[in-house]
Every structure is written in structure tokens, then in C-alpha cells.
């Protein structure tokens, strides 16, 4: 046998030290680049929106309560658009998450009479849960005020709103958020007016700002339910506007706002607040925002 010549040596010698190099970086899971060249295969990146998450938290005002739909003065919680464990509302949890891990993976934070001054406070409750969906139906009470005067202004309601998201945030920046927009309240009036029996509980002061002398059509009456309408439609602008700004976070497009409510919606103790039907109502909105593969 011919003897290997000098250069043949050294190219075998060149092979081998290359093979064994690359073994030995397979064998420690070495972190060298790749070869150049070479097309990387990375990994899908997951969505920005999850139409499955696993847990859910609830902030807002009395409609998320459940107030009114059971019995008069009184909250309801079982009967919750977002997280009640009623049959006939088959809330947002229900939808989501199944009965038994509704039980157990969702939490309502909401408090009745709550303005948007006290979701900051709501969320920093919710955030100990951490939810990976967040709920937000408020704005109604920031409207519903002794006087148009004493309404919360625009500015105000979105500070605290912002203020709000940044709580969350801080602690929990890959939770979703679906934020519901403010219920139409002249559309309230003009339902409830109908009743005899709703007006005089109206009388007792659920929110005068709007329902205040609900007979009376006269020209300042016009102008204040026009104002307080004006103002739930800045706000609903605010929500829409703020949310936007978020990756995680889904307005519901004003449909809360736009529903075509009639009596069967509404409490038949106060006839403001959404009665069990109304709730049922309020849930399929909510799922159908949640859910969709877009915004």
C-alpha cells in the first residue's frame, strides 16, 4: 500500500478535528451560532390574543353585581354576566372555563356604586388572582349623577381609567383584558318611562342625572338627558381610545352601547338595572368579544 503523502495527511487530519468538533458541541448542547447559510427554524410565535384563557377576574360597578336581578336592593352575584354560576346566564366564566373551573377560576372584584375612580383599587385586588382575563364593565355611575354638574369629566375618567390598566400592567403585562362599553342611558329612560311603577322607584334617586322627572319634555329636560348621553358617549370614546393603545386589551366596539334592550332586559325591581334576561345578554356579548380570532 502507498504510503499517505504529506498533504493527505493533512486534509484527513483537517476532516477528522472538524467532525470531532461538532460532535462534541452536540454533546454539551453547545450555544456556537449555526453555520452561516443555513435557514434557522424558529418557533410559531403564540398569538397576542389567547380565545381560551384559563382564569378570570371581574372589576366594575353594580351591573357586574348583579344588583337588582334577584331581589330588590340587593346584589346578585350568581346571576353575574362575568363570572355567575347561574344556568340561566351561562356567564363569560361559564363559556370559558366550564362550571366546575368557573367555581374556582373566577373572581369578581366588582363593587356596587363603583365610578371609574375605583378601578385602580378593583385591579390591585384582582392582580393577587392573577387572572389570565380581566373583565371591565364601568362608567355608568361616573354619569349617573345627583346633577349633569357633578358627572365626572372626560379628562378625570380617562386619568383614572389608564391609571387603571397600569396597575394591571405593572404586575400582569400578558393578561387580556375585554372592557365593555357604558350602557346606553337614554335608551333606560325611554324604556323604563313606560312603567308606572318603574318612574316612582326612579323617584328614589337612581341616577336623577338622567331619570330625574322622567314625564317631563321640555326643552331643559332634553338638554340635560342630551348632556348626560354626550358625556357616556366621550367616555365610551376613552375606553375604545385607551384600549387601543394596548396589544392585550379588546373594547367590545361600543356593543353594549348599541343593544336594542327592551323591558325584559331590565330589572322589574328598579327597571334600571339588567334583569337575569339582561345579564344573559350581557354574557353573549361578551363571548362573542372575547372569542373572535380578531379584534
Known sequence: MRKPSHRSRAVLAAVAATVLGVAGCDAVGGNSAGPTGTKAHSAKPAPTWDVSPR????VGD??????????????????????GSSAKVDSLAVRLLGRAQAASRSWNYAV??????DLP????????RRPQLVTVMAGANDACRASTSAMTSVESFRADFEDALGILRKSLPRTQVYVASVPNLKRLWSQGRTNPLGKQVWKLGICPSMLGDADALDSAATLRR???????????KVLQEVCAKDRRCRF???AVYEYRFGT????HWDWFHPSVNGQARLAEIAYRAVTAKKA
Not at 62 to 79: H, K, N, Q, W, Y
Not at 121 to 128: D, E, H, N, R, S
Open 62 to 83: 353594580s351591573i357586574t353585581r348583579g344588583f337588582d336581578a334577584c331581589t330588590v336592593l340587593s346584589d346578585c352575584p350568581e346571576v353575574s354576566w362575568a363570572t
Open 226 to 236: 342630551d348632556t348626560v348621553q354626550k358625556r357616556v358617549e366621550a367616555y365610551n
Open 55 to 58: 382564569s378570570i377576574a371581574a
Open 121 to 128: 383599587g378593583q385591579l390591585a385586588q384582582a392582580v393577587t
Open 264 to 267: 325584559d332586559q331590565l330589572s
Open 252 to 254: 367590545d366596539g361600543g
Open 112 to 117: 356596587t356604586g363603583a365610578r371609574m375612580a
